[in-house]
């Protein structure tokens, strides 16, 4: 078993920025990608951003790029979102994809963190 653990999450303006972080502990593997989701109410979770072990593979959803950016530390995985908008109010997930590919589909990832909300004001 992986456990994952987000932190970071909170309340901002519009235009204003935050850095997600999360932390991978429990079992360990000799490589898996990291994967950030979302689901706002009463929505479907949604693709944030993912990125491979060595970052040789970086996803991002097409509403977050040149907002958005994901990095990562081995176990570690941050988000850093700029510009932010109310539409990215939502929870924001962390998860683990043992294959290794960072796809942007939410049945590749085994292991999911219990998310932290993001909240985006007027």
């Known amino acids: 078993q992986v456990q994952l653990v987000e932190s970071g999450g909170g309340l901002v303006q519009a235009g204003g920025s935050l850095r997600l972080s999360c932390t991978a502990s429990?079992?360990?593997?000799?490589?898996?990608?990291m994967g950030w989701f979302r689901q706002a109410p009463g929505k479907e979770r949604e693709f944030v951003a993912a990125?491979?072990?060595?970052?040789?593979n970086t996803r991002y959803a097409d509403s977050v790029k040149g907002r958005f950016t994901i990095s990562r530390d081995y176990d570690k995985v941050y988000l850093q979102m700029d510009s932010l908008k109310p539409e990215d109010t939502a929870v924001y997930y962390c998860?683990?994809?043992?294959?290794?590919?960072?796809?942007?589909?939410?049945?590749?990832?085994?292991?999911w963190g219990q998310g932290t909300q993001v909240t985006v004001s007027k």
């Open positions: 998860a683990v994809d043992l294959a290794d590919y960072g796809y942007g589909t939410a049945m590749s990832y085994t292991y």
């Open positions: 990125m491979s072990w060595f970052g040789q």
């Open positions: 429990g079992r360990t593997y000799s490589s898996y990608a």
